[in-house]
Each structure stands twice: as structure tokens, then as C-alpha cells.
């Protein structure tokens, strides 16, 4: 036989067993999948990213003064284009964001203003003072808090209390949930037959409960405003858009609650549906100051005496990340609008803006305040951070492309208004 017919007969071979091979591959694919379980299942969920981007603030340039005592608390008003500032000097004080000069100063308070609270709409604003005494509000119905332990829900339009509970955060769900030193955090009905009913009392920390976040807190304090600024004609149609919002966030699932405590522990709630909680979380080595959820629900952080602020899984509470570089306690935490930075403030003096994307180091670390740094606030445009010091002033730091002007406000606390 030549070479020729030799090499012919083996490639023959070669094929007629490569057949054979490929025949029993496809049994065996055929036998692998009358195996498999038609019971599997892959569960696939989509979840949008942000249509807008918010860039850190840097430094800032200028000062605003006023207030004659330490800032306590900052806010901005839905829009971001008013400020609100309440503090030690007893008076509330309302700044243009756009020119920084002051608009109104409330005056009334007898003692340090401690809390503050916006309507949605941003056309209200209801301000709460150490004895427990509520100024200047007209929304339909609010909740105050006081050092004597009580809550109290008014009627502002008739000024008639309309219940007297026990410290504080409104859900959307009809509910109201107050944290005590006595360990406990309670659940209330305020809507209905119902206001002022005790629904159930969740029971867990083993000391005194410092702070409140519910995953739709950024949602409930901006209404129909996102992004956009959108103008609405009717009250109806801003009410259609704040619900919008707000069942977006919530995606079908009930409200969750985070609640921090100075036996160094976070609980997990989901306390419209149970009284248990659905996870303990440990890792600060310090009472936990403040909690914040990101605006989109998804994560959550929290500020200790520790110095250290802390990343979770908002669905399940699970440890993402430690941000380090404070060296002092940190007071308070603030997301950016778009869900992407962090802002904290600290005893050190400083501000520190944290990249979800990067959080071994700080983005920027914001000096200034001559003193600890109280107050917090990012606007709800991404465009400003506003700050509250011991030092009685307020720093607001503006970026606009790659230029950042600041403005320094004094006073106790700041809070925006429309």
C-alpha cells in the first residue's frame, strides 16, 4: 500500500471515530439535560443607574454671619434654593442659597433650637426648641419632640394637639416611629381613627437609642422634587409625583428602619410588618451618632464616636465598607442625591467627602471650621454642602465646572426653605 493510500485510510478512520465521539457528546448532552431540575430558577433583578451625576465639593471661599451661637442642625429646602438655620441664640434664620444673604430671622424661641421639619413642598416649616415649644409652622398635621420624652402630633391650621406620644421619624406608610432612652423604639398610627394608637414596640439594644433612618427618608423630605425641579401647576400633581417617587423606592416592599445605639449596635426593621428585626449589626467599637440612607434605598452608613463611618447593604444590612481618616468622633453623615458620595463631619473639625466607587480614602477633606462640626446638609441639586459648627458658623461649599465658591453662614442650625 503506498503512503498516499495509507494516509487516506487513517484520515478515514480519524473521521469515523470523530463521528462516533461526536454521537456520544450528544448523548451525554441529552442525558445531562433530562437530568437537570426544571424546579431551578434564576432570579434577575435590574436596577436603573442614576440619569444624573453629582461632582464633590472642594473647599470654600466665603463666609456668612449672623447667628451668635454655636450651628446644631443644617437643612435644605426641597429645592435647595433656601436655607433654614436654628440654633443656641434661639432664633431660626432662612438664606438665599444663589446670593447668601439672609432673608428672615425667626425670633420666639426661649431656648436652643434643636429640631426642625420641611413640608415636601417645601413651603412649611415647623421649628422645636429645648423646652419642646413649636414655631412658625403651617402643614396640616406635624410630630414634635422634646427633652421632657413626649411626642405630640398638631393639628397646625386649628393649633390643637391632636395626640401625645412618646422622639422621632415619619414614615410614608401612615406610621411614625419614636426611639427612647429606654431602649425601645415604638411604632404609632398617625392617620385615621387610629393617631396616636401604639401599633407594636420593637425591642433589641441593650442601652439608650441615639438615631432613626428609614430607607425612604430622602423621598418623604423632598416630595415631587427630583432632579429635574420639575414646576408643578396644582397641588394634586405634586402629590401624583412625591407618591411616584416614593413607591419607586420603596419597590413593593414595606418601609425599613435602621436604628443606632450607644451599646454600639445597629438594628435593621422592618417594623410595619414584624416586630423582629432583621438583622443586628456590630463593628462600631463606640456609640453610633447618626445614620443615613443613600436617596435610592440601597445602602445605608453610619457615624460613631469611633471616628469611623460605616457602609451596609440597605436590603440586608450586610458590612460593605469602613471609611477611614477622621480623627475625632464623627456627628453626622450625608449622601449626595445621586446616591454616589458621602459627606461626614466630625469633632476633628474637618468634612470628608467619600466616592461610593473609591472609599479607602477620602475624595476631599473640606478645612475650615475652627471648631467640632455639628451640622450637615447636601443639597438636593447635588450643587451644595452645607455645613454647622460649634464655631457659630454655617460653611457652604458650590462647585461649578471645576470651580468651587464657598459661603459661611453663623449661627446653630441651618435649614433651606422654598
Given at each position: ?298 445602602y445605608f452608613a453610619s457615624a460613631s464616636f469611633d471616628k469611623k463611618v460605616k457602609i451596609w447593604n440597605g436590603k440586608d444590612g450586610k458590612f460593605v465598607a469602613t471609611l477611614n481618616g477622621h480623627v475625632g468622633a464623627v456627628y453626622q453623615v450625608c ?17 470628608k467627602v467619600w466616592e461610593l466607587a473609591n472609599l479607602k480614602n477620602a475624595k476631599e477633606t473640606l478645612s475650615g471650621h475652627a471648631d467640632e462640626v455639628y451640622a450637615l446638609d447636601w443639597s ?39
Amino acid at each position: 500500500m503506498s503512503t498516499v493510500d495509507r494516509a487516506a485510510k487513517k484520515q478515514k478512520v480519524e473521521a469515523e471515530n470523530a463521528g462516533s465521539d461526536s454521537e456520544n457528546e450528544d448523548h451525554d448532552d441529552v442525558q445531562v439535560a433530562s437530568n437537570a431540575s426544571t424546579e431551578a430558577a434564576l432570579t434577575i433583578t435590574f436596577q436603573p443607574l442614576a440619569v444624573f451625576r453629582v461632582r464633590p465639593v472642594t473647599r470654600c471661599t466665603d463666609t456668612l454671619q449672623g447667628h451668635s451661637e454655636a450651628i446644631l442642625h443644617v437643612r435644605f429646602s426641597p429645592d435647595g434654593k433656601k436655607l433654614a438655620s436654628g440654633g443656641g441664640d434661639a432664633t431660626v434664620r432662612f438664606w438665599d442659597t444663589n446670593t447668601c444673604m439672609p432673608q428672615f430671622t425667626g425670633r420666639g424661641h426661649k431656648h436652643h433650637v434643636l429640631c426642625t421639619a420641611w413640608s415636601p413642598d417645601g413651603s412649611r416649616f415647623a421649628s422645636a426648641d429645648k423646652t419642646g415649644e413649636i414655631r412658625n409652622s403651617a402643614c396640616e398635621r406635624f410630630a414634635s419632640s422634646s427633652k421632657d420624652g413626649s411626642i405630640k402630633i398638631w393639628n397646625a391650621r386649628t393649633g390643637r394637639q391632636v395626640a401625645s406620644l412618646s422622639c422621632l421619624k415619619w414614615g410614608g406608610e401612615g406610621l411614625l416611629y419614636s426611639a427612647s432612652r429606654d431602649r425601645t423604639i415604638k411604632v404609632w398610627a398617625v392617620e385615621g381613627d387610629q393617631v396616636g394608637k401604639l401599633v407594636r414596640t420593637l425591642v433589641g439594644h441593650a442601652h439608650r437609642i441615639n438615631t432613626l433612618a428609614l430607607n425612604v427618608d430622602y423621598v418623604c423630605r423632598t416630595g415631587p422634587y427630583d432632579h429635574t425641579f420639575k414646576t408643578f401647576d396644582t397641588r394634586e400633581e405634586m402629590q401624583q409625583a412625591a407618591q411616584a417617587r416614593y413607591d419607586a423606592i420603596r419597590r413593593g416592599q414595606p418601609e425599613r428602619l435602621v436604628s443606632g445605639s450607644d451599646d454600639f449596635t445597629l438594628f435593621l426593621w422592618e417594623p410595619a410588618e414584624s416586630k423582629k428585626p432583621i438583622e443586628r449589626l456590630t463593628g462600631h467599637q463606640q456609640p453610633v451618632n447618626d445614620l443615613s440612607f443613600s436617596p435610592d434605598g440601597r445602602y445605608f452608613a453610619s457615624a460613631s464616636f469611633d471616628k469611623k463611618v460605616k457602609i451596609w447593604n440597605g436590603k440586608d444590612g450586610k458590612f460593605v465598607a469602613t471609611l477611614n481618616g477622621h480623627v475625632g468622633a464623627v456627628y453626622q453623615v450625608c449622601w449626595s442625591s445621586d446616591s454616589r458620595m458621602i459627606v461626614s463631619a466630625s469633632k476633628d473639625s474637618t468634612i470628608k467627602v467619600w466616592e461610593l466607587a473609591n472609599l479607602k480614602n477620602a475624595k476631599e477633606t473640606l478645612s475650615g471650621h475652627a471648631d467640632e462640626v455639628y451640622a450637615l446638609d447636601w443639597s438636593p441639586n447635588g450643587q451644595k454642602v452645607a455645613s454647622g459648627s460649634k464655631d457659630r458658623t454655617i460653611k457652604m461649599y458650590v462647585r461649578y465646572d471645576k470651580r468651587v465658591l464657598g459661603y459661611v453662614l453663623t449661627g446653630i442650625g441651618i435649614f433651606f426653605l422654598l
